[in-house]
């Protein structure tokens, strides 16, 4: 049997430097979590990105490191950052993705730098690639490997999952590449979204703009079948459920409860990012204090927002937008003792988020559009004994398999309003009863088992195109 290669823009690895040493240590990452049982398996590997700019003359060293953790770096250059990664992938492709189109800037060099990107990407796969291995590429930055690396190899197996939304073809198609980038995607045996949605989208940009032929949820192209299917990604709950169990988890559960005592505590931890509804939220939460004075000093906002991309502009103004409205906010409602939002623009440890997940009375993920989203499933799997609400936006992809949610579209501020008091004062009863049953479906379908089905379909599909060649 041959060797699996997983391939995603960034390794799974986290850098630190002690005296002047770099410092390589596998990342808890969700994905990186269910693809261990692969990556860290016989002669597997990850390929990727180690996410820092490292001089020439320490490549030899790095990838020594990187090699004892089964990981392959592909070395990026500064201009590869500016046009590739910050240009093409964050103002291009992740705007349109999310349905904020104007935010786009489709700049040719950016384009350019993309399809040089990709192609280095290539180039470190094919010096590793044999045939009979299987091949799983992850995500928009690396849409066109699939089908460079389908020309050097016709028959290998290659898997691609999408881990954003794919949009509607009229949006789709602003993109002056669309072509290029469906062709490049088609190079894989299976391609994989997070809904059915999304399969439904690129399936129909497929049929429009390359006029290619489907059956179902199998795209022709040329003498190749190609799946389109929806796997909507997992976490790893049990781990999250052990967690809340944790020593240290147990210190800052106790510390906090401590602080935040005769408070109710509404929960959002998302990456900085305009597609996350921060700021939505924040004028939902703002309409609750002024209609209901009787919560002030009652409840928080407890917000977290992991910094992101802080070189790309509209990051930055989203920054400063968010630390106004924030302020503002604290200025006019606070009191000596109290302020309505704990705002906090930094990352933590695991072991921070899973208190913080245990003492939430309400965790608030409300997204303009999301690929998954899996803090939710975080904070689901993270309440053992069965209580806290979730309130979810219909937008993302979690909200069609946690049904049990307050689900509410993130633009109509006064539903979200509305959502936080139902959310405060639902049955403790009712409570329960959603929580166990959204629990059951993170349990169930967990990261482990998303692997395992994504690779199955993958040999399904391969066998199937066999037996169409053979007969
Ligand atoms: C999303 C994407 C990932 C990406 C992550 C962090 O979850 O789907 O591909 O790695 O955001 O973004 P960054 O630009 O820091 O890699």
Known sequence: MGKTIIVSNRLPVKITQENNELLFNSSEGGLATG????????????????????????????????????????FLEENDIKHYYEGFSNEILWPVFHYISTYARFDPDNWESYKEVNEKFATVILSYLEPGDTLWIHDYQLLLLPGIIRKQFPDISIAFFQHIPFPSQELFRLIPWRKELLRGMLGADLIGFHTFDDVRHFISAATHLLDLHVDGNMIRSGDRAIGVEPFPMGIDAQKFSDLSNDETVIEHIKSLKEHYKNQKIFLSIDRLDYS?????????????????????????????????????????????EIDRIVGNINSHYR???????????????????????????????????????????????????????????????????????????????????NALIEALNMPEEEMRERMIAMRQMVFKYNIYHWVKIYMQRLKDIKSTQLSMKAG
């Open 35 to 74: 693809l261990g049982s692969i990556y860290k398996e016989n002669n597997n590997i990850w390929i990727g990105w180690p996410g820092m700019i490292i001089g020439e003359e320490e490549e030899k060293d790095v990838t020594e490191k990187l090699k004892d953790l089964n990981l392959i770096p592909v």
């Open 276 to 320: 996350k509804g921060i700021i939505q939220r924040l004028e939902a939460f703002e309409l609750f204090l002024q209609e209901n004075p009787d919560y002030h000093e009652k409840v928080v906002l407890f917000m977290i927002v992991v910094p992101s991309r802080d070189n790309v502009a509209e990051y930055q103004r989203l920054k400063n």
């Open 335 to 417: 009191k000596l003792e109290w302020y309505p939002i704990a705002y906090f623009y930094q990352s933590y440890p695991v072991e921070f988020l899973s208190a913080l997940y245990n003492i939430a009375d309400v965790c608030l993920i409300t997204p303009m559009r999301d690929g998954m989203n899996l803090v939710c499933k975080e904070y689901v799997a993270s309440r053992n004994d069965n209580t806290g609400v979730l309130i979810l936006s219909e937008m993302a992809g979690a909200s069609k398999e946690l049904i049990d949610a307050i689900i509410v579209n993130p633009n109509n501020i006064h539903k979200v309003k």
